[in-house]
């Protein structure tokens, strides 16, 4: 019986001779660069598994039950490794992040191996022999950027995947010369240590009861004169980076042990201990030693910040370490409050004290939000110098997934790129001889700017590595393209601005949903290229005119004041709210 060759990453070393017929289990695996390679051969590409939305809600709550059940069981054995007796709120927060990242990526990369073994009887392919350990993250910043953009990481995860269904597939394993890992090792510099000495200085001007407040999203103005109603110093970022720590074998031989678990779930258990980032295990006693560097204060009433929650570990073990701080966690983004699944949106709020959003009320924490507005603003341009330009906001996924969320997850990014080539080529060439692309600032490998240039060579590109703020004297009308914080911020600065993108991909939360409906009937929110593409010809001389108009107006407002308020009082508001908990 002749085999089918499956192919689960880009990795030229993986693949068959060329008269073979190959699967490539989805669209990552064909890089657009490598697109003279994959052609020459025999191939079909499996559909993926998530195109149904309807599945991808189920194994949301599926995959959300089973980490709840998983983090407890991780933060008994945590605590036994560690000789600590911490809550699981501080594992948590210390081990969430990592542990529903791993959970989330890995559920996606099983499901499309048994997608490939349920409509193919007879499978072969080639598993690389490597070295496992070096697939072991240093810390939660470390394992994402594997998890997201790292085609060996990926290659190995299926590899184990696949040798845990090793009956199902037949399989070849090939030994390559082995490529050492790069460690980046970040050196002390001038910066780092006036940092480490302006902290220690914080601490001393600061009272025992006081707020601690870091990675705030305010700017930093905001922030120092937040900080001086609380008579302390500003402390802006955290200077310390975690160290790196070589994994060891024997910390390794653990193992959480369940009576009645699905395939997955056992194979999830299984790889936990061998998945686990260094600074968890072999690091973890230093991350007390590395609070005590920064000299932070001991037991502060309440700690307050937005950007710092997910992967900053030192932070992270001195917020659960504080267990009788209450914790205050501010939005720093858009998509929060309106995106229908958004684990990111229900991990904060299930750790935090109190939760400050934009405007929005989850009725599920309803207790612990305060809509408080826009915590960070931009500033709107005085004058504007050319405004004839049209400014189209992109987003770019990563080619794997990560932490399931309601938008175009892995290669469904593809249909989302082509819904806006769509889109531009629908406008009148007047428009699109002023378009702007505005490219988001990680591409993840889909060489988004030459896809477009190889359609659209003579358009403006902006690759994103600048604040866009660069646009607003010049742009007549912005095009977001996604649930973002980029039509947020515009529509509090009161710039032109127009949404467009398939609800059925970026799914929302049924309370916004007539707030949408609003926008749609004013012309501000487009389901289809069609739609928005009509608007934009039909409208281009008067965009103006039409933004101010008393029907646009009023739906703006409306939208203001349940998702996206504008708080001009927003410094004098968190004050109470931190000095009500430091009380």
Not at 236 to 244: R, W
Request: net charge positive.
């Amino acid at each position: 019986m002749k085999y089918k060759f499956l192919v689960t990453t880009p990795l030229q070393e993986t693949w068959p001779s060329k008269d073979c017929k190959i699967i490539f289990l989805g669209e990552w695996c064909k890089l657009f660069t490598n697109k003279n390679n994959y052609e020459e051969y025999d191939y079909e590409t499996l559909d993926y598994h998530w195109d149904d939305r309807k599945k991808l809600e189920e194994d949301y709550n599926y995959l959300l039950e089973f980490y709840e059940k998983t983090i407890k069981d991780l933060a008994i054995k945590m605590n036994e490794i560690h000789e600590v007796n911490f809550s699981l709120r501080y594992w948590k927060i210390l081990l969430g992040p990592w542990l529903s990242l791993l959970i989330h990526s890995v559920f996606d990369r099983w499901e499309m191996i048994q997608v490939a073994i349920n409509v193919n009887k007879y499978i072969e392919t080639n598993i690389l022999i490597d070295d496992k350990i070096k697939w072991i993250a240093f810390d939660q910043t470390n394992f994402k950027k594997l998890v997201m953009e790292d085609d060996g990481w990926n290659n190995f995860i299926y590899s184990e995947i696949i040798e845990f269904n090793n009956d199902k597939v037949k399989i070849n394993r090939l030994k390559i010369p082995e490529k050492k890992k790069k460690i980046i090792i970040k050196e002390r510099n001038t910066k780092i240590t006036f940092w480490r000495i302006y902290h220690f200085i914080a601490k001393l001007f600061s009272f025992k009861n006081n707020s601690f407040i870091i990675s705030s999203y305010l700017n930093k103005i905001d922030e120092t004169i937040l900080s001086f109603r609380l008579f302390q110093l500003p402390l802006f970022i955290n200077p310390n980076s975690t160290k790196i720590f070589l994994p060891q074998q024997k910390l390794r031989k653990w193992k959480i042990e369940k009576k009645t678990v699905s395939r997955f779930e056992k194979f999830i258990l299984k790889i936990i201990p061998k998945q686990i980032p260094t600074i968890y295990l072999e690091g973890y006693q230093s991350l007390n030693h590395d609070v005590k560097v920064l000299n932070w204060k001991k037991n502060p009433k309440s700690i307050f910040t937005s950007n710092s929650i997910h992967n900053d570990e030192i932070f992270k073990h001195f917020v659960g370490a504080n267990e009788n701080s209450k914790l205050v966690i501010g939005q720093h983004g858009g998509s929060y409050g309106i995106s229908k699944l958004h684990f990111l949106e229900y991990h904060e709020l299930s750790i935090t004290d109190k939760y400050i959003s934009w405007g929005w009320v989850n009725k599920d924490f309803k207790s612990k939000i305060i809509p408080l507005g826009q915590i960070t603003k931009r500033k709107k341009p005085k004058i504007k110098l050319n405004n004839s330009k049209l400014v189209i906001i992109m987003l770019c996924n990563s080619r794997y997934s990560y932490y399931l969320s309601s938008l175009s997850i892995s290669s469904q990014w593809l249909n989302y790129f082509n819904d806006q080539v769509d889109l531009i080529t629908k406008l009148n060439n007047d428009i699109k001889n002023n378009t702007i692309i505005r490219l988001y600032k990680k591409d993840y490998g889909w060489s988004s700017i030459s896809r477009f240039k190889e359609i659209f060579n003579n358009l403006e590109y902006d690759e994103g590595e600048i604040g866009i703020e660069k646009h607003y004297p010049q742009t007549k009308l912005f095009i977001a393209t996604y649930d973002s914080t980029s039509y947020l911020e515009n529509f509090g600065l009161n710039l032109p601005t127009i949404l467009f993108w398939d609800n059925s991909i970026f799914e929302m939360k049924d309370y916004v949903k007539p707030l949408f409906n609003e926008l749609k009937k004013v012309k501000v929110y487009h389901e289809s290229p069609e739609s928005a593409a009509e608007f934009i010809n039909e409208n281009w001389e008067n965009i103006d005119d039409w933004w101010n108009s008393n029907a646009v107006k009023n739906a703006i407002e409306r939208f203001n004041n349940s998702v996206n308020k504008q708080n001009n009082n927003i410094i004098n508001d968190l004050s109470k709210i931190l000095s009500t908990c430091i009380t």
